[in-house]
């Protein structure tokens, strides 16, 4: 992996609220999280995020009526 792109994920300056990580300088959109082990999140800085995001939500939304 790029110790580049992991210094972005290690530095606080990058999280809005200490929990959400927020840099649209990432090019990436799931990125791992500051304690490795436990697993990966998202980058809110990125337009795409938003979108995935409500794909995702209408699919479900969709599914409960329809199924």
Known sequence: MNSDFDSHVDNPDNYKFAIFYYNPKDSRIIV???????GWTINFGRTNTYL??????????????YL
């Open 32 to 38: 791992p999280k500051r304690n490795r082990m436990m």
């Open 52 to 65: 995935i995001i409500a794909g995702i939500t209408v699919i479900l939304v969709l599914a409960k009526f």
